[in-house]
């Protein structure tokens, strides 16, 4: 158990680290652009900016989920990566089908990962939030 403990732990700080770093450079990226809501911006232009920095984001959380998937690998918990990766993408999700679970010795593991998500989810959620509050109100479209 405590093994588990040091494992998911470590994991936590690193992914978090991870998913903090991808907000930062988004942020600051955002800032570079100039898009700060001072300047009336296109619908097209808002959906563009929420477009790619939520795919960005997803690409991030993506990775992270690899990660998961390749501590599984390396510790022998699942010989695939392809199982290791649906694994940790259900438990980051709190999905869990339950057709694939964490051996008895590892279980652990599994609320780590979905504390993990927990986390990076509301810290990517909250990001968002600013991104859009930053990028201002839409003009609205006219009906016809």
Known sequence: MALQMLIGTAMLALTIGIGALAIIAAARALD?????????????????????VTSSLAVVLIFIMALWAA???????????E???????????????????????????AGFIATDGFILFGLDTAF??????RLGDPPMVEAK
């Open 32 to 52: 570079f652009a100039g898009l700060d809501g001072r300047e009336e911006l296109s619908v097209m232009m808002h959906t563009g900016v929420i477009t790619l």
């Open 71 to 81: 501590l599984f690998v390396a510790l022998g918990i699942f010989p695939e990566f």
């Open 83 to 109: 199982v290791s990766l649906y694994i940790a993408m259900i438990s980051a999700t709190t999905l869990g089908y339950g057709d694939v679970t964490m051996p008895n010795e590892w279980r652990l593991l």
């Open 128 to 133: 968002l939030f600013e991104v859009m509050r």
